[in-house]
């Protein structure tokens, strides 16, 4: 059972050269503005005001580290937020690419969609980044609660075909019920063992 106790703000890069490292597997939370990351973060740590939650899109342009006791959750600025500069659009994607570039910025990726609509262009772009970088990454649907649970089956079958991955491995959450929170605990202890050094897997007995 993964236990998270005290979850605490560790800092906020505004570039490569203030990424954190870790022994820690840190696991990154990506998506556009407003899916729902810092909320996401939130229900996990079990706390209301952890990672700052806002109404008006783009509003977390750094990368903000927290410290999961087992693990780090990076919360990375979103994307897709039509009001923003060029030259702000251009910070972002070159702060993405120095993150992902190098392995030991993350282990694996929680890529963060909205329930409610097909992915985006640039959701699909994201786990396309993800894929060819070679970062493994699960997809989670966030604002379950805003559908039924027929609308919501559906429409993860939906995200599943535009993103090209099995409907069984999108994690269909609410931050605002719980929902798929345990679902969540399960990956993250999955990624916490497959960092270990032997993986996480125990030697049969006598072998
Ligand atoms: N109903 C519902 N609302 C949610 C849920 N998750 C987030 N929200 C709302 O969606 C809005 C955006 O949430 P954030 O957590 O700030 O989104 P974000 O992805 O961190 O946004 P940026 O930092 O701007 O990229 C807020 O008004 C939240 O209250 C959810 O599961 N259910
Ligand atoms: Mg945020």
Same mark, same amino acid.
């Given at each position: 059972?993964?236990?998270?106790?005290e979850?605490?703000?560790?800092?906020?890069a505004?570039?490569a050269?203030?990424?954190?490292?870790?022994?820690?597997?840190?696991i990154?939370?990506?998506g556009k503005s407003n899916?729902?990351?810092?909320s996401f973060?939130n229900?996990?740590?079990?706390?209301?005001k952890?990672?700052?939650?806002s109404?008006?899109?783009?509003?977390?342009?750094l990368?903000?580290?927290f *410290?999961?006791?087992?693990? %780090?959750? &990076?919360?990375l600025?979103?994307?897709?937020?039509a009001? @923003?500069? +060029?030259?702000?659009? /251009?910070?972002?994607?070159r702060?993405?690419?120095?993150?992902?570039?190098d392995?030991?910025n993350?282990?694996?990726?929680f890529?963060l969609?909205?329930i409610?609509?097909?992915?985006?262009?640039?959701?699909?772009n994201?786990?396309?980044?993800?894929?060819?970088s070679?970062i493994?990454f699960?997809?989670?649907?966030t604002?379950? *609660?805003?559908?039924s649970? %027929?609308? &919501?089956l559906?429409?993860?079958?939906?995200?599943a075909a @535009?993103? +090209?991955?099995?409907s /069984?491995?999108i994690?269909?959450?609410?931050?605002?019920t719980?929902?798929?929170?345990?679902?969540?605990?399960?990956?993250?202890?999955?990624?916490?063992?497959?960092g270990?050094?032997?993986?996480?897997?125990?030697?049969?007995e006598?072998e």
């Amino acid at each position: 059972m993964l236990k998270i106790t005290e979850v605490t703000f560790i800092t906020s890069a505004a570039s490569a050269s203030q990424f954190i490292r870790s022994e820690k597997p840190i696991i990154a939370v990506c998506g556009k503005s407003n899916v729902g990351k810092s909320s996401f973060i939130n229900m996990l740590a079990g706390r209301k005001k952890l990672a700052r939650v806002s109404k008006d899109p783009g509003r977390t342009r750094l990368v903000n580290y927290f *410290d999961f006791g087992a693990f %780090m959750l &990076a919360d990375l600025p979103g994307y897709g937020f039509a009001k @923003v500069s +060029k030259a702000e659009k /251009a910070r972002w994607a070159r702060l993405m690419e120095d993150f992902f570039a190098d392995s030991a910025n993350c282990a694996h990726a929680f890529s963060l969609v909205d329930i409610r609509h097909d992915p985006t262009a640039d959701d699909v772009n994201m786990v396309n980044y993800l894929y060819s970088s070679l970062i493994p990454f699960t997809v989670i649907a966030t604002k379950a *609660d805003k559908l039924s649970r %027929m609308a &919501a089956l559906n429409n993860v079958k939906r995200i599943a075909a @535009v993103l +090209k991955c099995g409907s /069984a491995d999108i994690v269909v959450t609410s931050s605002e019920t719980r929902q798929g929170i345990e679902q969540v605990h399960e990956r993250i202890e999955r990624i916490i063992s497959a960092g270990l050094p032997d993986g996480g897997g125990r030697l049969a007995e006598g072998e």
